[in-house]
């Protein structure tokens, strides 16, 4: 009796656990109509994406790229990007610069995130 509570007892705690987890995705991909970003961010206000493939323009400017909002907190875009290799990376709320957690790795200096579209 006790090992069967005991192993309820941690099934439960342990799904509990899970919504902590932060989701794991695929790498930016091609999807029908560009590349699919996605960034989890579920505090955020705000969260854009800033590269190469618009002179790295956020906030306010013409160019700056904003990101959409679901329910459980994942922010995405589908970008129409040509063929090319494009250094990237998220900014939230207009202050935080993250690489890609999901994405290939520039090695620069600046720990950009890199996306190979072909």
């Given at each position: 009796?006790k090992?069967?509570?005991?192993?309820?007892?941690?099934?439960f705690?342990?799904?509990?656990?899970?919504?902590y987890?932060?989701?794991?995705?695929?790498?930016?991909?091609k999807?029908?109509?560009?590349?699919?970003?996605?960034?989890?961010?579920?505090?955020?206000?705000?969260?854009?994406?800033?590269?190469?493939?618009?002179?790295?323009?956020y906030?306010?400017s013409?160019?700056?790229?904003?990101?959409k909002?679901?329910?459980e907190?994942?922010?995405?875009?589908?970008?129409?990007?040509?063929?090319?290799?494009?250094?990237?990376?998220?900014?939230?709320?207009?202050?935080?610069?993250?690489?890609?957690?999901?994405?290939?790795?520039a090695?620069?200096?600046?720990?950009n995130s890199?996306?190979?579209?072909?």
């Amino acid at each position: 009796m006790k090992k069967n509570l005991l192993i309820i007892l941690i099934f439960f705690f342990s799904c509990g656990i899970l919504k902590y987890v932060k989701p794991r995705f695929e790498r930016p991909h091609k999807v029908e109509g560009g590349i699919l970003f996605q960034y989890y961010a579920p505090s955020a206000r705000k969260v854009q994406i800033a590269g190469d493939f618009n002179n790295w323009e956020y906030g306010t400017s013409e160019k700056s790229i904003n990101l959409k909002k679901n329910e459980e907190g994942v922010w995405s875009i589908i970008l129409p990007l040509k063929p090319g290799r494009y250094k990237y990376k998220f900014v939230i709320d207009e202050k935080f610069w993250e690489k890609d957690p999901n994405g290939e790795d520039a090695n620069d200096e600046m720990g950009n995130s890199l996306i190979v579209v072909e």
